[in-house]
C-alpha cells in the first residue's frame, strides 16, 4: 500500500495548476517553503482543502494520525464510502509502491514509480480530521487497483485528474463514482 510519495511542484507550479483548473486558490497560513521531495508517513506535507467561502486552501498538514493499536492511519479504504465532509487533495506528481524483490539473495524489496503518463497532473483523494494532540491530519484513500497497479500491488491509491479536483472538494453530493482506479494506460512504472 502507499506508503511514500514524491512531490517536486513547489507553491508556484501547484497555484498554475489550480489556475488552469479554475480553482481559485489560498494561502491561509501563508505561502509554506517546502522544497521537492519524497514525502513519508508522518511528514508534514501540503495539501489542498475546501473552505466555507468556497475557496481552495493551501495549507500543511501531517500525514497519518494514530490509529487504536498506535500503528499510523496513513490509507483508508474508500469502497462503498462517500466522505460527506473532510476531503482533502493531496499533492503529488508521483507515488511509489514496493514488491518482493526478483533476486532471492537481495534483502530489500523492489521498489517502484507510478507517475502520469500523459504527463497530466493528479492529486491523491484524501481525508482530513482533526486527531486530539495533532490538530489536522491527513490519510490517503484507496480503491481497486487499475490495470497498471494491479501486478504490483491489490490496492492503490485515488488519483484524481484536475477536471475532479472541484467536485471532490466541494460538492456537496455524493462522490462515490470519483473513488475508482483511473483507465490502462494512464500510469507509466519505472524502478526506482
Same mark, same amino acid.
Given at each position: 500500500m502507499c506508503n511514500l510519495y514524491r512531490l517536486e511542484k513547489g507553491p508556484d507550479a501547484i497555484r498554475k495548476l489550480f489556475d488552469g483548473a479554475q480553482i481559485p486558490l489560498s494561502f491561509?497560513?501563508?505561502?509554506?517553503?517546502?522544497?521537492?521531495?519524497?514525502?513519508?508517513?508522518t511528514d508534514r506535507a501540503p495539501i489542498v482543502r475546501a473552505s466555507d467561502a468556497g475557496v481552495a486552501q493551501l495549507v500543511e498538514r501531517r500525514w497519518s494520525w494514530p490509529g487504536p493499536t498506535g500503528k499510523p492511519v496513513y490509507n483508508l479504504r474508500s469502497d462503498n464510502r462517500e466522505f460527506p465532509a473532510g476531503r482533502c487533495l493531496v499533492l503529488a506528481d &508521483?507515488?511509489?509502491e514496493y514488491t518482493a524483490p526478483a533476486d532471492p539473495k537481495q534483502r530489500r524489496k523492489d521498489r517502484w514509480l507510478f507517475s502520469p503518463s500523459g504527463g497530466?497532473?493528479?492529486?491523491?483523494? &484524501?481525508?482530513l480530521r482533526d486527531t486530539p494532540g495533532?490538530?489536522?491530519?491527513?490519510?490517503?484513500?484507496?480503491?481497486?487497483p487499475s490495470p497498471d497497479v494491479a501486478p504490483y500491488h491489490s490496492r492503490q491509491i485515488v488519483l484524481l485528474r484536475p477536471a475532479q479536483w472541484q467536485r471532490w472538494l466541494q460538492s456537496p453530493d455524493p462522490v462515490g463514482d470519483l473513488l475508482q482506479p483511473l483507465p490502462a494506460g494512464s500510469l507509466k512504472v519505472a524502478a526506482a
Amino acid at each position: 500500500m502507499c506508503n511514500l510519495y514524491r512531490l517536486e511542484k513547489g507553491p508556484d507550479a501547484i497555484r498554475k495548476l489550480f489556475d488552469g483548473a479554475q480553482i481559485p486558490l489560498s494561502f491561509p497560513e501563508g505561502i509554506p517553503n517546502f522544497e521537492p521531495r519524497e514525502v513519508h508517513i508522518t511528514d508534514r506535507a501540503p495539501i489542498v482543502r475546501a473552505s466555507d467561502a468556497g475557496v481552495a486552501q493551501l495549507v500543511e498538514r501531517r500525514w497519518s494520525w494514530p490509529g487504536p493499536t498506535g500503528k499510523p492511519v496513513y490509507n483508508l479504504r474508500s469502497d462503498n464510502r462517500e466522505f460527506p465532509a473532510g476531503r482533502c487533495l493531496v499533492l503529488a506528481d &508521483g507515488f511509489y509502491e514496493y514488491t518482493a524483490p526478483a533476486d532471492p539473495k537481495q534483502r530489500r524489496k523492489d521498489r517502484w514509480l507510478f507517475s502520469p503518463s500523459g504527463g497530466e497532473p493528479f492529486a491523491i483523494a &484524501g481525508f482530513l480530521r482533526d486527531t486530539p494532540g495533532i490538530g489536522e491530519a491527513f490519510s490517503l484513500l484507496t480503491t481497486t487497483p487499475s490495470p497498471d497497479v494491479a501486478p504490483y500491488h491489490s490496492r492503490q491509491i485515488v488519483l484524481l485528474r484536475p477536471a475532479q479536483w472541484q467536485r471532490w472538494l466541494q460538492s456537496p453530493d455524493p462522490v462515490g463514482d470519483l473513488l475508482q482506479p483511473l483507465p490502462a494506460g494512464s500510469l507509466k512504472v519505472a524502478a526506482a
